[in-house]
Every structure is written in C-alpha cells, then in structure tokens.
Nanobody, 128 residues
Framework: EVQLQASGGGLVQAGGSLRLSCAAS????????IGWFRQAPGKEREGVSC????????YYGDSVKGRFTISSDNAKNTVYLQMNSLKPEDTAVYYC?????????????????????WGKGTQVTVSS
C-alpha cells in the first residue's frame, strides 16, 4: 500500500521557519519524484517544490524561490521542505505527492492532477 505521511506543519510568525517531512512507503522511492503542493482557502492547489529522487533535480514555484529548500534522504525514503522567511501568504494546507520520474516537472509546475499518489495534508499557518 502506498503511503505518503506529511508532518511538520504548525503556527509560526512571519519571518520564521518550519521544516516539513514526507515519509514515503509502498513504492520504489528512487523511481519517483516527490513534491509539495499547497492549497489556501478559496485558491487553487499549486505546486510548491518537487524533487526527483533518482537524480536530485528540483522545481520551485516562483513564490518560494530563495526561501524554501527541498531535499531528499533516499535511505529514509523521506523528502523534506525547509521553509524560511515565511510570509502570511504561505498559509495553506501542504500536501506531499508522488509521481513517476518521467514528466514529473510538468505535473509539479502546473498540473497537480497528474500526480499519482497523495498524502494527507499538514496545516501551515503564518501569522503577521
């Protein structure tokens, strides 16, 4: 059974940091790209950042470039999202998702419905 377990969300003041974790199981980790998506109330789901487990290549959404860093620990089948300099507009439910390594950038950058597996979300709230 495929499982993606997201954790690490919480409440933080603007300018603060959080680290999200996504623990994956039930599939061959190295054959997939893992990504973070977020959805705020009244807004569409957007791709935040993704990483290819096979070669480490990454994608970042324009709104998080320079502030967020995605990394992967293949030995632990876990992807992390380090979020620094958080802003109130980063407030959302964050989801991790996985898709096969071919075409992942396309899905991450604008077509989240193409992701194969989704975990339950974790709430991130940034207060001003």
């Amino acid at each position: 059974e495929v499982q993606l377990q997201a954790s690490g969300g919480g409440l933080v003041q603007a300018g603060g940091s959080l680290r999200l974790s996504c623990a994956a199981s039930g599939f061959t980790f190295d054959d997939y790209a893992i990504g973070w998506f977020r959805q705020a109330p009244g807004k569409e789901r957007e791709g935040v950042s993704c990483i290819s487990s096979s070669d480490g290549s990454t994608y970042y959404g324009d709104s998080v470039k320079g502030r967020f860093t995605i990394s992967s620990d293949n030995a632990k089948n876990t992807v992390y999202l380090q979020m620094n300099s958080l802003k109130p507009e980063d407030t959302a439910v964050y989801y991790c998702a996985a898709v096969g390594r071919f075409g992942w950038y396309y899905y991450c950058s604008g077509y989240p419905d193409g992701m194969s597996y989704w975990g339950k979300g974790t709430q991130v709230t940034v207060s001003s």
